[in-house]
């Protein structure tokens, strides 16, 4: 377990900052460079696929980023070695955040355009005339945003989706270490949820905190409520995420409008927890919710905002203010023109493929982190 002092004080303040690598992200090395480089940047929280080899891969960056604390605060960056909580993501029925496209490459037609490959932002889909070279999908890059869908012209891509085994919950929180889960659901599906929750809770006090994410859709706010009166008084910390359009945050600036609508919309309800954005979030997020006075913080130390004692855990308070933000897709793509060399670096003198270790690139390093920083920065400096 990490320690959670440092980040559990910046969701209280307001300044909680979530990378979020993917649901269905197993990409390893990418996965490993991005928290490392994102802890060192000072992120709160990392979020990757309920997969070990994914945790563990993510935990190696994490003992990495603790040995480079001083480096990163003599470089002025968020990090002094409080290591941010490593989160996974479950979910209790269908949910994009599970899929992953599929199509089989031999089918298309030789004069197809390609669209799917030129649109992809995980450059998941490839096509290499190379003979007995791999052409379509690379699973375990693909995270399940369906951009690739629309715009087949022959409508040959379909998806598969992953949902959550109630049997494996158990073994994964107790095995691999995680500080928190994420748990994906919908409107009218509170049944599935009791079921997943069923299976969590005899396991639910070993985590430090707990987070629902859902879309907006009529009846969003009795449900959430329905959900909270089955969690409660369970987790010691609970999070709702706001998740406006998902994976939509590296399309363009409009799409955080989304992610601030259902945010004031879940605030407004005064359910107990914190709120926190998601799904478009990106570099306009911030300074949008600074201009609307969104994010303020509430509390400091053991008093609240308006001076009130701070009932500790299990008790869940309720904020006035957005207490942080999560980013997935921009976060990922803002790093990807600096770690994409690094791949290409794989295969060493001896024609074996190795896994690229972003720490034994200082220049790669660096430039990644001063990226990172340029977004956790901007709600860690209010």
Known sequence: MTNLLAPLQSLKQGHWFKLICGASYQHLPAVRSLTLAYTLAGADCIDVAADPA???????ALVVAKTLAKNAEERGFGFKGDLPLLMVSLNDGEDPHFRKA?????????DCPRPCEKICPAQAIVFNNIK???????????????????????????????????????????????????????????????????????????????????NDAEGLIDYLQAIYDVIAPRPQVLIWQTDGRSMSGDIGDGTTIAAIKLGQKVLAANLPGYVQLAGGTNSYTVP?????????????????????????PPYHPTTPSIAGVAYGS?????????????????????????????????????????????????????
């Open 132 to 214: 007995d070279s791999f052409s379509g999908i690379i699973a375990k890059k693909c995270y399940g945003c369906g951009r690739c869908l629309p715009v087949c012209p022959y409508e040959m891509i379909d998806t598969a989706s992953d949902v959550s085994t109630p049997g494996a919950i158990a073994p994964l929180i107790m095995s691999t270490g995680i500080d928190a889960i994420e748990i994906h659901t919908k409107v009218g599906r509170l049944a599935e949820f009791q079921r997943l929750w069923t299976a969590i809770a005899p396991w639910a006090d070993k985590l430090k905190l707990i987070a629902i994410s859902c």
């Open 102 to 110: 599929k199509f089989d490459a031999h089918n298309c037609p030789l």
């Open 54 to 60: 994914v945790i563990f891969a993510a935990q190696e």
């Open 288 to 312: 949008k919710l600074k201009t609307m006075g969104l994010l303020q913080g509430w509390g400091d130390g053991e008093m609240g905002r308006w001076g009130e004692k701070i009932t500790p």
């Open 330 to 382: 921009y976060a990922r793509v803002l790093l990807s023109s600096v770690l994409e060399p690094l791949e290409h670096k794989e295969v060493n003198s001896t024609g074996f493929q190795a896994n690229p270790r972003l720490e034994d690139e200082p220049a790669i390093l660096w430039q990644a982190v001063e990226l990172a920083h340029s977004l956790v920065s901007q709600i860690k400096s209010q």
